[in-house]
């Protein structure tokens, strides 16, 4: 069936520097894709969409790039901080959202 | 309230006994979801509501699963007849939108971690 899912299943970063956190899918009938934040006995927390018809959005020290050409979605947290440590999913729309696997992010004092 | 509540939040059942999963969603929300998530994975479809109807129940896994939203607020997962398989943290969602898509997403409530023994 359809899915999404990331390349690497953990990621360990310096504090200060910038992460970068990649993801394909394969549903190219998506209308949206979706980063969510999951720490540890929370639920997935929205960071960031984007709709399909779009290459780049950015939020607060966000930036969400969609590449429809090789279903490439990546996040990229600018000046990653240890509030940022969490597992991060990407998630595609189409009538239900569909989950990928999980990255788990690091952030090194 | 100002988020989707779900209780309880641990639940410890033994295999063979029924549990309910209550979730209450955000007021005025018209769609409501659940999701399973085991242990390092993401979360996994189960069924959608929009408002009192079901409109989705491809993700159940078997029929000892049953959820319902009998006045398309609250909504409980039912399962009968626990199996350690069984065991994950159970997640809703609630969205505004009709159809259950649109920007956003959907906004989760923190779960129900199941555990059977």
């Known amino acids: 069936g359809e899915s999404v899912g990331l390349h690497l299943p953990t990621l360990s970063v310096q504090e200060g520097d910038n992460s970068i956190i990649n993801c394909a899918y394969s549903n190219s009938a998506s209308d949206y894709f979706i980063w969510y934040k999951q720490e540890s006995g929370k639920g997935p927390q929205f960071i960031i969409d984007?709709?399909?018809?779009?290459d780049k959005r950015q939020g607060q020290r966000v930036t969400v790039l969609l590449n429809k050409t090789v279903k490439h979605l990546s996040l990229q947290i600018a000046a990653t901080q240890p509030g940022d440590s969490a597992v991060y999913f990407c998630a595609e729309n189409y009538s239900k959202l569909t989950f990928g696997k999980g990255i788990t992010l690091s952030v090194r004092p | 309230g100002a988020g989707v509540s779900q209780s309880p939040r641990y639940k410890v059942a033994k295999r063979g006994q029924d549990v309910a999963l209550r979730c209450d969603p955000i007021s005025g929300h018209v769609s409501l979801f659940w999701y399973q998530q085991a242990l390092g994975q993401g979360p996994e479809f189960l069924t959608y509501f929009q408002n009192e109807a079901q409109l989705d129940k491809s993700g159940l896994p078997s029929d000892r699963f049953f959820a319902e939203r009998p006045e398309g607020s609250v909504s409980t997962l039912k399962i009968q007849r626990t199996q350690q398989e069984d065991s994950a943290v159970y997640l809703c969602?609630?969205?505004?939108?009709?159809?259950?898509?649109?920007?956003?997403?959907?906004?989760f409530g923190s779960g129900t971690r199941l555990t059977v023994v």
């Open positions: 984007i709709r399909s018809n779009m």
């Open positions: 969602a609630s969205s505004p939108s009709s159809r259950g898509t649109g920007p956003r997403g959907y906004t």
